[in-house]
């Protein structure tokens, strides 16, 4: 359990998007009390009435490689929501990816009112975790201490998808040429994407481009992944 100390009635360090807190796979302690409300309302949020979350708190999590981050507040004892975004409020891509209000299946320990969300990454991709807590329709805000839990499961496979038609975009479905032309040129421009392999194409990045990173690649490719 990770805690960071805040005095009471002092706004916690991550209050603003700008300070989210760098956060990998773990738990981690917060208090809510001395948050404002930075971010906007979602429509990804709207349920019971409301549409926001208020006294906000932020978190980042950059994923190591493909795969399936989880945040949650299980053990919180009051009523949470939780957004995921790509960038700060005030920039072109800060409207919610997601958003979660009460968890189903219902979390087994704190609030049934608390939150869970689930996200499918990309290696290298940043997610924004906005927390904080329901309105209800007289106005009352949910704050207070708790915790937020955040796993990540990697793809067992990895994904060999990484471009669309002639070569540009993103990932589109298809297992073609363009994927392999793509991977090749990240490799030899010396793209972090590109180091899926350590050595004896361990299927982890280790820093290192060499034969195995491409072997291990291709490997996926021509096995669907």
Same mark, same amino acid.
């Given at each position: 359990?990770?805690?960071?100390?805040? &005095?009471? =009635?002092? $706004?916690?360090?991550?209050?603003?998007?700008? =300070?989210? !807190? +760098? !956060?990998?796979?773990?738990?981690? *302690?917060?208090?809510?009390?001395? +948050?404002?409300?930075?971010?906007? #309302?979602?429509?990804?949020?709207?349920?019971?009435?409301?549409?926001?979350?208020?006294?906000?708190?932020?978190?980042?999590?950059? #994923? &190591?490689?493909?795969?399936?981050?989880?945040?949650?507040?299980?053990?919180?004892?009051?009523?949470?929501?939780?957004?995921?975004?790509?960038?700060?409020?005030? *920039?072109? @891509?800060?409207?919610?990816?997601?958003?979660?209000? @009460? +968890? !189903?299946?219902?979390? *087994?320990?704190?609030?049934?009112? #608390?939150?869970?969300?689930?996200?499918? %990454?990309?290696?290298?991709?940043?997610?924004?975790?906005? %927390?904080?807590?329901?309105?209800?329709? %007289?106005?009352?805000?949910?704050?207070?201490?708790?915790?937020?839990?955040?796993?990540?499961?990697?793809? $067992?496979?990895?994904?060999?998808?990484? !471009?669309? $038609?002639?070569?540009?975009? =993103?990932?589109?479905?298809?297992?073609?040429?363009?994927?392999?032309? %793509?991977?090749?040129?990240?490799?030899?421009?010396?793209? &972090?994407?590109?180091?899926?392999?350590?050595?004896?194409?361990?299927?982890?990045?280790?820093? @290192?481009?060499?034969?195995?990173?491409?072997?291990?690649?291709?490997?996926?490719?021509?096995?669907?992944?």
């Amino acid at each position: 359990l990770r805690t960071v100390f805040v &005095p009471a =009635g002092l $706004p916690p360090s991550n209050e603003a998007c700008t =300070g989210a !807190s +760098a !956060s990998a796979p773990g738990t981690y *302690s917060f208090d809510t009390t001395g +948050a404002t409300t930075e971010g906007t #309302a979602e429509a990804l949020c709207t349920a019971f009435g409301h549409n926001g979350i208020d006294k906000d708190i932020w978190y980042s999590f950059a #994923a &190591p490689s493909n795969g399936t981050l989880l945040a949650q507040t299980c053990g919180t004892n009051w009523d949470t929501r939780i957004a995921s975004y790509a960038a700060c409020p005030g *920039s072109t @891509d800060n409207t919610a990816t997601d958003c979660n209000d @009460d +968890a !189903s299946p219902m979390c *087994s320990t704190g609030s049934p009112l #608390a939150s869970r969300l689930t996200a499918a %990454v990309v290696r290298g991709q940043v997610v924004l975790l906005r %927390v904080g807590g329901f309105r209800n329709t %007289v106005g009352t805000v949910a704050f207070g201490g708790g915790m937020l839990q955040l796993a990540f499961t990697p793809d $067992p496979c990895g994904l060999s998808d990484v !471009s669309g $038609p002639g070569q540009a975009g =993103g990932a589109d479905g298809d297992l073609t040429a363009d994927d392999i032309i %793509v991977y090749l040129n990240g490799f030899f421009a010396g793209n &972090p994407a590109a180091d899926v392999a350590g050595p004896g194409q361990r299927a982890e990045a280790d820093g @290192d481009f060499t034969a195995d990173d491409i072997i291990v690649f291709l490997n996926r490719f021509f096995t669907g992944c």
